[in-house]
C-alpha cells in the first residue's frame, strides 16, 4: 500500500517561509512526477509546483520565484521550501505523486498552511 505522509505546514506571518515536506512509503516504482496542489476554502484544488524525475520543473504563476521544489530520489521524499508567503497562499496543500507502471495519482492527506497576521 502506498502512502504519502506530509509534514511542515503551520501558522506563519506574512513574508515568513516554511518548509513542506513529503515522504513516500510502500511498493513503488518509477515515481514519474512528485508534485504539490493546494486548496483554499470554496475554490478548486490547483497545481502549485511539480518536479519530473528527469528534473525539469512547473510552478504556478502566482509563486514562481517564491516557492522552490526539490526531491531526493533515495530518500521517496519531495520537499517545497515557501519563502515570501502571503496570505492569498493560506490552504491545504496536498503532496502527489504520479507513478507505477501505468501512472497512477497518489495523494497525501494534505497539510494546512495559513499566512496570517
Known amino acids: 500500500q502506498v502512502q504519502l505522509v506530509e509534514s511542515g505546514g503551520g501558522l506563519v506571518q506574512p513574508g515568513g517561509s516554511l518548509r513542506l515536506s513529503c515522504t513516500v512509503s510502500g511498493s513503488i516504482v518509477n515515481i514519474a512526477v512528485m508534485g504539490w496542489h493546494r486548496q483554499a476554502p470554496g475554490k478548486q484544488r490547483d497545481l502549485v509546483a511539480r518536479m519530473h524525475s528527469v528534473g525539469s520543473t512547473d510552478y504556478a504563476g502566482s509563486v514562481k520565484g517564491r516557492f522552490t521544489i526539490s526531491r531526493d530520489n533515495a530518500k521517496n521524499t519531495v520537499y517545497m521550501q515557501m519563502n515570501s508567503l502571503k496570505p492569498e497562499d493560506t490552504a491545504v496543500y496536498y503532496c502527489?505523486?504520479?507513478?507505477?507502471?501505468?501512472?497512477?495519482?497518489?495523494w497525501g492527506q494534505g497539510t494546512q498552511v495559513t499566512v496570517s497576521s
Open positions: 502527489s505523486i504520479r507513478a507505477g507502471v501505468f501512472l497512477r495519482d497518489y
